[in-house]
Structure formats: C-alpha cells, structure tokens
C-alpha cells in the first residue's frame, strides 16, 4: 500500500493543469485581491486572507482531485482490475483519502509563504504553527464529499459537480469575501455552511480565540455527515 500511495502522490504532482488550478489560482487570487485591490495596510485583514485561501485551495485540491480520480477510475474499469490484487477496496480508498489529505499541504504552505514574505503577515510562531493543523483538519469533510461524488457519477461528471460545489462553498462560505458584507439573509445562510465553519477554526485563531468555540459543534455535525455519506457510497460502488 505504501508503494501504491506514492505512486499516487508523484502521478497527481505531474498533473499540471491540476496543479496550476489548485495551486497557482489561490495564490494568485490571494495577491491579487491584497496587492492590487489592497488592504489599505490592515495587517489582520491579510491574514485573515491569507487563511481563507489556504483553505480554499486545500479544498480545491481535497474534493476535485479525489473525486475526479476515483470516478475516473470506476468509469475505466481500473477498480475492477484493482480488485483482481491483494489489494481490497477498502485499502484503495485509504490510500486515494491519505493522497488527498498529503497533497492539501503545498498550498496551504504557499498561500501563508506569500502572507509572510509579500504581505508581511507576522504572527505568534504558535499561531502559525496551529494553522496548518487547523487547516488540514477543516479539509476532510470536503475530501469526503469529493470521495461521495467520485462513487456516484461519472467522470465526465465529477470534475464538473465538484467545481460547481467548490465555488459555491467558497463564495457562499464567505472564502472570497467576509461574511460581514453579504446581505443579512445570506449572512445567516453562510453561516450554516461547512466552508464558514471550517474557516472559523482558523479566523478565531487568528483573533486571539481558541479556535473551537460554539461553531465548531456544527462543523462537527458536517464532518460525521459527510464521512457518512462518503460511505455510504463507497459501500453501495463496492
């Protein structure tokens, strides 16, 4: 299994347009927004930023990189053929959950590169510390919904279902924008959402907080419901 986790770790990385997409456009829209729109010299208003789109892009490279791998290889008949080696289903899934949870890192560690040398984000070394944990952990409900979708449509499906729900959990979720500014209606929706309350662990970090406060029960919540249904329809695919 080892080998095969590798294997599938160095075969994502040659993928440049998954790469370019899940890497580069993060990046990019992080100095984007705080250098040419500017945070008129609000350094917390970077770093709160800064967060945002490291999970935005570990979402990215969480849900549309397992979720268009597995249907592609339910679609091509791969997993059949997988089932024909001592490797059982179970074991495919571990390692398709460990790659995805492995290749969420480059991106955070880029995003908050780019806060503390292009920005100037400057924070307690715990704080940054904490971060990337609290950031990896906010990643696995969606890397569930990407296992969900990869075993209930097809491939030339997946990629589009997960984008789709990718824009609308980062938009909605208040990643690209503050939730403070959205419309009272759409603020109360946000807050409901799994992208707000994954945000949340990481933006009370960052306002002095310990990060699981009140709102981390309904991220709990969505955690156990999507782990669920992720296998649910990995038993009925098997």
Same mark, same amino acid.
């Given at each position: 299994?080892?080998?095969?986790?590798?294997?599938?770790?160095?075969?994502?990385?040659?993928?440049?347009?998954?790469?370019?997409?899940?890497? !580069?456009?993060?990046?990019?829209?992080?100095?984007?927004?705080?250098?040419?729109?500017?945070?008129?010299?609000?350094?917390?208003?970077?770093?709160?930023?800064?967060?945002?789109?490291?999970?935005?892009?570990?979402?990215?490279?969480?849900?549309?990189?397992?979720?268009?791998?597995?249907?592609?290889?339910?679609?091509? +008949?791969?997993?059949?053929?997988?089932?024909?080696?001592?490797?059982?289903?179970?074991?495919?899934?571990?390692?398709?959950?460990?790659?995805?949870?492995?290749?969420?890192?480059?991106?955070?560690?880029?995003?908050?590169? !780019?806060?503390?040398?292009?920005? +100037?984000?400057?924070?307690? *070394?715990?704080?940054?510390?904490?971060?990337?944990?609290?950031?990896?952990?906010?990643?696995?409900?969606?890397?569930?919904?990407?296992?969900?979708?990869?075993?209930?449509?097809?491939? =030339?499906?997946?990629?589009?279902?997960?984008? *789709?729900?990718?824009?609308?959990?980062?938009?909605?979720?208040?990643?690209?924008?503050?939730?403070?500014?959205?419309?009272?209606?759409?603020?109360?929706?946000?807050?409901?959402?799994?992208?707000?309350?994954?945000? =949340?662990?990481?933006?009370?970090?960052?306002?002095?907080?310990?990060?699981?406060?009140?709102?981390?029960?309904?991220? *709990?919540?969505?955690?156990?419901?999507?782990? +669920?249904?992720?296998?649910?329809?990995?038993?009925?695919?098997?």
């Amino acid at each position: 299994m080892g080998r095969y986790l590798v294997m599938e770790i160095r075969r994502t990385l040659r993928n440049v347009p998954f790469l370019a997409y899940t890497i !580069c456009f993060p990046v990019g829209f992080y100095l984007l927004f705080t250098q040419v729109f500017g945070s008129g010299g609000d350094k917390d208003w970077s770093a709160q930023y800064m967060v945002s789109m490291a999970l935005y892009g570990a979402m990215g490279a969480g849900l549309t990189g397992v979720s268009a791998r597995i249907a592609t290889e339910r679609t091509r +008949g791969w997993t059949r053929t997988l089932a024909l080696t001592p490797l059982r289903p179970i074991g495919y899934l571990g390692i398709k959950l460990g790659a995805s949870i492995l290749l969420t890192l480059p991106v955070i560690l880029l995003v908050m590169a !780019c806060g503390f040398v292009v920005n +100037g984000v400057r924070l307690p *070394a715990g704080t940054w510390f904490a971060l990337v944990p609290l950031l990896w952990l906010a990643t696995i409900p969606f890397i569930a919904l990407g296992v969900a979708i990869g075993y209930s449509v097809r491939d =030339e499906v997946a990629s589009g279902v997960s984008v *789709a729900l990718l824009f609308v959990l980062s938009i909605g979720g208040g990643l690209w924008m503050p939730v403070q500014v959205f419309p009272h209606w759409l603020a109360q929706v946000a807050r409901v959402l799994p992208s707000y309350r994954a945000g =949340e662990l990481s933006w009370r970090l960052l306002d002095g907080h310990q990060p699981f406060g009140s709102g981390a029960l309904l991220f *709990a919540a969505w955690l156990v419901v999507l782990l +669920g249904f992720a296998g649910w329809r990995f038993r009925k695919a098997s």
